[in-house]
């Protein structure tokens, strides 16, 4: 504590000088009290806002899905088999995602080739397009 504070403590008004300052009331209470009534208006207008919101989700549930489409794999197959990411037998491209980093596959897109996609989740759609075009999906 400053020696000044130090020296005011003992003292009725604390170097407030008035009755008034003897207590919290000229404050309007001590610290946050009084901010669902008194000190409101100056959280509103301030911006602030008060208490608890919302939640957060334990980090055991929250599991973080990389995803691809099957219009991405349409665009850059030709770029993975050059790159060896990617392998072609015959007419069918194999290509293993779960290697690349990706969790899931959904179907936005239309496969022109044969698949053979090995990844471990897949949406039904994707599944759907895949085996139309004569590919498969393998859980991997």
């Not at 504590?1 to 604390?14: E, F, I, Q, V, Y």
């Not at 911006?47 to 599991?63: D, E, I, L, N, S």
């Not at 069918?92 to 936005?108: A, E, H, N, P, V």
């Amino acid at each position: 504590m400053p020696r000044r504070k130090a020296l005011k403590t003992g003292s009725r008004t604390r170097g407030r000088g008035h009755k008034k300052g003897r207590g919290a009331g000229l404050r309007g209470g001590r610290g946050n009290a009084g901010c669902h009534k008194t000190k409101r208006i100056m959280y509103e207008r301030v911006g602030r806002v008060w208490g608890a919101h919302g939640f957060k989700r334990p980090q055991t549930v929250v599991m973080a899905n990389n995803a691809i489409n099957l219009k991405v794999i349409e665009e850059n197959a030709s770029e993975w088999i050059e790159q060896g990411n990617a392998s072609k037998k015959g007419k069918t491209i194999s290509i293993d995602l779960k290697k690349m980093g990706y969790d899931k596959l959904l179907g936005t897109g239309v496969p022109s080739q044969a698949y053979n996609i090995t990844i471990s989740a897949a949406s039904a759609k994707a599944v759907e397009k895949v085996e139309a075009a004569g590919g498969e999906i393998v859980n991997g």
